[in-house]
């Protein structure tokens, strides 16, 4: 089991960027398929970005596509979201999430049991 903690999140100008990072504690870091999720207020928790274990695999959303890069650091038990050209529809609070299987990438939140409590992302226009 791991222990999630979400940080980076922040206030920035429309265009701007923000990288936001995901801290494991526990063991087997590298086995965890992991994965980041939003939820705007008063929306549903949506789908950002996933990787696979050893980061050789990844996916978007369709929103985030081209703009957001997910990457995973084994040997520092860390994931990052690398936000580029920031909109103000990404204003949300910004969850990482963790799952050992099955051994395919998913957008789907039940399918992971570890979360975070998330960092909020504010963007001005």
């Known amino acids: 089991q791991v222990q999630l903690v979400e940080s980076g999140g922040g206030l920035v100008q429309a265009g701007g960027s923000l990288r936001l990072s995901c801290a494991a504690s526990g063991r087997m870091f590298s086995a965890y398929y992991m994965a980041w999720f939003r939820q705007a207020p008063g929306k549903e928790r949506e789908f950002v970005a996933a990787i696979n274990r050893s980061a050789t695999s990844t996916s978007y959303a369709d929103s985030v596509k081209g703009r957001f890069t997910i990457s995973k650091d084994n040997s520092n038990n860390t994931m990052y979201l690398q936000m580029n050209s920031l909109k103000p529809e990404d204003v949300a609070a910004y969850l990482c999430?963790?799952?050992?299987?099955?051994?395919?990438?998913?957008?789907?939140?039940?399918?992971?049991?570890?979360w975070g409590p998330g960092t909020q992302v504010t963007v001005s226009a």
């Open positions: 999430a963790a799952r050992l299987g099955p051994s395919f990438l998913t957008y789907k939140q039940t399918s992971y049991g570890e």
